[in-house]
């Protein structure tokens, strides 16, 4: 990204003796690509395997939401309203903010098991269509329409 800590990372990354770029000039020798916003977020997700979300404080982060539409398993600290858009255990692993020795773990789990990320990958894509699919708001809005006329139409009685 472009974030705030980009300069402390471009400096970890020479101490480190990793090549990176932005996204424009990307090289076969890169290891670290600094993208900055991308807008074509079908496509950046395809190439990954696994989303790893390690922030101190989020709201609802749309990007969990579209991760899992895209059928990709997940590990992320536990904060703000994380919990309220995986499934924990089952689509993703989370951990308190901070703990980096159990961050760490759940990732190390998610690398190692091709199995255990697509069964996560797949939960994930079936939970994100149950609870955020358009399809399913639409539904919502007529029933509460539905609801509201007829308690309109019986105050009317």
């Not at 989370?94 to 020795?101: C, D, F, K, M, Q």
């Amino acid at each position: 990204g472009d974030g705030e800590d980009r300069i402390r990372i471009e400096n970890y990354c020479n101490e480190l003796g990793l090549k990176y770029c932005d996204g424009n000039n990307l090289k076969s020798d890169t290891n670290v690509i600094f993208t900055s916003w991308i807008k074509n977020i079908e496509w950046a997700i395809a190439g990954l395997d696994i989303v790893a979300l390690t922030s101190l404080n989020e709201g609802t982060p749309v990007s969990l939401i579209e991760a899992q539409a895209g059928a990709k398993p997940i590990v992320t600290t536990d904060v703000g309203g994380i919990k309220d858009i995986v499934n924990h255990g089952v689509s993703a692993l989370l951990s308190p903010s901070g703990n980096v020795e159990e961050f760490s773990e759940n990732l190390k789990k998610m690398v190692v098991s091709s199995e255990l990320r697509n069964d996560f990958g797949l939960a994930g894509e079936k939970f994100v269509k149950d609870r955020f699919h358009y399809q399913r708001l639409v539904n919502d809005t007529r029933k509460l329409y539905n609801q509201l006329l007829l308690i309109d139409s019986e105050k009317s009685s």
